[in-house]
């Protein structure tokens, strides 16, 4: 649209013409919605205000750009497993699942890879585990109790533990040198005349060897 102007040598209905167009270019200003609605520098200005000064730390820089720009960086809001539709919702559905990290029984409770990290820690390298078993705790620990075998399997009396059971078998055999190490016990496969397979069968072979102790009186001291 070719621009009028307006000159010295204009007649009045020039000059009316003018105006009354640029009204119409313009737009009546009572159906401003910003709340300056006098005059366009003064909702202009408001507008300005709102959306804030100086330049955008995206690399795009116009408004749409650089919401287009987190729109890629935040992803598709569609989350799988969750019911949530929007990041906050999502987020507070997460903590509700994982938990409340305040209530971890672990010393160190600011977060859960802390928490997991002195678990770890306190566990050990499951790779130095001696038994056949190193990648797996409960594997470890099942092949463990197969070779110790079933407590209540014991023939002694007490049948509560391992070291129970021993002591008894000590106290009817007598003492045994306290220098003794735990390394000088052997393998279950050396036990003279016993095909022991668990530490259980061992002391029960063992056990079965004992004789017979009574007191002056005929009672039996070890049965």
């Keep these: 649209m070719a621009k009028s102007y307006v000159s010295l040598a204009s007649t009045f209905r020039n000059l009316v013409d003018k105006i009354n167009s640029n009204v119409n270019e313009i737009g009546d200003l009572a159906t401003l919605k910003t709340t300056a609605d006098s005059d366009l520098v003064g909702s202009l200005n408001e507008i300005s205000d709102s959306i804030g000064t100086g330049g955008l730390n995206t690399i795009a820089q116009t408004l749409i750009g ?3 720009e987190h729109e890629t960086d935040i992803g598709n ?3 799988t497993g969750l019911t949530a539709t929007d990041i906050s919702a999502a987020l507070r559905e997460l903590r509700t699942e994982l938990g409340d990290h305040t209530t971890l029984t672990t010393p160190t409770t600011s977060n859960l890879v802390t928490a997991i ?3 770890d820690s306190d566990i050990g390298t499951r790779t130095s585990l001696t038994t056949t078993a190193d990648q797996n705790l409960v594997v470890a620990i099942n092949e ?3 070779e110790i075998g079933t407590l ?3 023939i002694t009396t007490n049948k509560s533990t391992i070291v129970a ?3 008894e078998i000590e106290t009817s055999i007598g003492l045994i040198d306290s220098n003794l190490a735990v390394n000088d016990l052997g393998n279950l496969t050396d036990f003279v005349g016993s095909s022991s397979s668990t530490i259980i069968e061992a002391i029960n072979t063992t056990y079965n060897r004992i004789p017979n102790v009574y007191d002056s009186d005929g ?3 070890n049965g």
Excluded: R
């Design 66 to 68: 650089g919401i287009n």
């Design 77 to 79: 809001m569609t989350f």
């Design 117 to 119: 990290n002195e678990l």
């Design 144 to 146: 463990l109790d197969a």
């Design 152 to 154: 209540s399997s014991l």
């Design 165 to 167: 059971a021993i002591n």
């Design 219 to 221: 009672t039996l001291l």
